[in-house]
């Protein structure tokens, strides 16, 4: 139980410096055309009645900058590979509906190992590894930082206090 915890605030601490990076970017040089949601989870639901049943969520935020449209689901752990069994059926089902609706859909991995690094990786390459049940692992350093995209980490100034955010320039203009 214990253990579940850790790992459940570890995900939300991703989430938070991932909302933090997108709000910066907005407020950095004028920029307004980033617009922002975070798609509610169930842990959110529980918080108000732990007997309450929503539908799967497609994934953790929705994205439209420039026209585009784009899906992120965020993943973290500190350990050197990521279980394929961690992204769930409806996860894997948004970010291929978006992709077929000509949308993008991201998996940012999080290796919150020291230093802590993020990538994001777009679906459709790292889609087979998640296909094949004979992969039950998907390692940092053979696959995905391999197909994926290091965000630079940042420290900025936000109200007076140093915050640490993810550059986001890889995806968003690249």
């Known amino acids: 139980m214990r253990g579940g915890r850790r790992r459940n605030f570890r995900g939300k601490a991703f989430e938070s410096e991932l909302m933090s990076s997108f709000k910066h970017w907005n407020e950095v040089g004028g920029r307004t055309h980033l617009f922002k949601m975070r798609i509610s989870d169930t842990q959110d639901f529980i ?26 689901e965020a993943k973290s752990t500190i350990m050197p590979s990521f279980r394929t069994e961690w992204l769930r059926d409806g996860q894997r089902e948004g ?25 994001a990786v777009r679906w459709p390459p790292i889609e087979p590894y998640f296909s094949d049940v004979s992969i039950t692992t998907i390692s940092f350093s053979q696959v995905i930082s391999r197909i994926g995209v290091e965000l630079p980490r940042e420290l900025v100034k936000v ?3 140093i915050k640490s955010i993810w550059n986001l320039t890889p995806i968003l203009e690249g």
């Open 159 to 161: 109200n007076g206090r």
């Open 47 to 72: 918080k108000i009645n732990p007997l309450i049943m929503i539908p799967k969520q497609p994934g953790d935020f929705f994205l439209v900058y420039k026209g585009r449209a784009i899906l992120i």
């Open 95 to 119: 970010l291929t509906s978006i992709e077929k609706a000509s949308g993008e859909g991201y998996i940012f991995f999080s290796n919150r190992g020291s230093p802590n690094r993020t990538w």
